[in-house]
């Protein structure tokens, strides 16, 4: 029964796609499943027995120390999922993360497990959502085409661009400058 139930476990375990990362009393990583090793970009192998801070950029190290330790020592067994991180990658990137976390004790070993869904393409989905409803709303406006095209460079740069630049091709064939908008005012000279 006990073989049955381990083998039960590693299966789920190792076929999630989030990232299941367990760690131990000194915040050392002690699981390190299939999905996490995608996410993150390491082998099971280069991070067993590592720091958890390998995965969480440096900036929110402390505070993420400070979270993990509170709940360690409080009386919660389990925080939802939905908590909002920011993880690090192998390769240096950062990306958007959703996590919840869990506490095991088992005689006088305590196991915290953490399930960690990279959000990154969800929030690129809601960002392009978000704009495409605003460029509709410029689109539907009651304005001149010049008005539009320049609305549509400033929400351009508002939403994804450093710089934005319109030129329009007149009825004689000559280009001309319509607009230039930038993020950073400073570059608005270009």
Known sequence: ALRLSEAKFSGIVSLSADAIVSIDDRQRIT???????????????????????????ARYREAHRRYVEEFAAGTEDARRAGRKLVGLRKSGE???AEGCISRLEV????????????VTEQQQRESEKELLAEVGGVL????????ILSRIAE??????????????????????????ACRDPSLAWA
Request: charged content about 30%.
């Open 31 to 57: 699981l390190f499943n299939e999905g996490a090793e995608k996410i993150f970009g390491y082998s099971r192998e280069e991070v067993l027995g590592r720091p958890l801070d390998i995965l969480i950029p």
């Open 94 to 96: 950062e990306f958007p």
């Open 155 to 180: 929400v351009a740069v508002r939403s994804f661009a450093d710089v934005c630049v319109v030129d329009v091709v007149e009825d004689s064939g000559e280009v001309g400058r319509l607009t230039v």
């Open 107 to 118: 005689g006088s070993t305590r196991i915290l497990t953490a399930s960690v869904r990279d």
């Open 140 to 147: 539907v406006a009651d304005l001149d085409d010049c008005s």
